[in-house]
């Protein structure tokens, strides 16, 4: 009997041990299908509008869609924000789509550094809390952009979990069935080792 109850304890944290983490960072396309624009449908206000019913967790990932003709960078404060100071910024990014990691908590400002662009409403303000999964770590200065690969194209949108956001992708088919193979490995050896010895 000891030797069962041993056995379904090896199966019980093998299983958990399979069991995918839902503490993952979640990608928000900003704006959704309006994308990123200037004089977006909704006025000055739709970015905020988009952001405030998202809640944004350190790690997540913005990703802004665009055409030719825009940027996208994150500028160094409020002030250059509100008053749209687009040449104080750490970093343009010119091509879409552009991924950028909210890699620390507080506050982030993002414009369009195209003139006029930002005035007309292509700026967004977004605040990101600690993720649940991890303490809250000091703040530190700048995000980290990923730039898209070379001719590479937009991923196909999925059902968003939040509004704004699509969750990540799964694991891949290969991840997959070595995960279930290996359990089931595991398992058969050990109600092998329960009967017979």
């Known amino acids: 009997m000891a030797r069962f109850l041993n056995t379904l304890i090896l199966v019980a ?10 503490t993952e960072a979640a990608e928000h396309t900003v704006g959704d299908s309006t994308g990123w624009t200037s004089a977006p449908t909704g006025g000055a206000s739709f970015y905020s509008d988009w952001a405030s019913s998202i809640t944004f967790r350190e790690g997540d990932i913005l990703v802004f869609r665009f055409s030719s003709g825009h ?3 994150e500028l160094n404060d409020k002030a250059s924000f509100d008053s ?3 040449d104080q910024n750490q970093e343009v990014l010119s091509t879409s789509p552009a991924r950028i990691t909210l890699n620390r908590t507080g506050e ?3 414009a369009c550094t195209i003139q006029g662009h930002c005035s007309s409403g292509q700026k967004l303000s ?9 303490p809250s770590s000091p703040p530190a200065s700048g995000t980290t952009p990923t730039p898209p690969s070379a001719g ?3 991923s196909p949108e999925s059902t968003p979990t939040e509004p704004g ?3 990540p992708p799964p694991p ?7 995960i279930v193979a290996t359990f089931s490995l595991l398992l058969t050896t050990l109600l092998v080792n329960s009967l017979f010895f």
């Open 152 to 154: 590479a194209a937009p």
């Open 13 to 22: 944290i093998a299983v958990s041990a399979t069991i995918p983490k839902a």
């Open 172 to 178: 891949s088919p290969g991840s997959a069935t070595s």
């Open 165 to 167: 956001s699509t969750p």
């Open 108 to 110: 982030f400002y993002f």
């Open 71 to 73: 940027t996208v960078a």
């Open 84 to 86: 749209c100071s687009v």
């Open 126 to 134: 977004v605040n990101v809390i600690a993720s649940s999964s991890s």
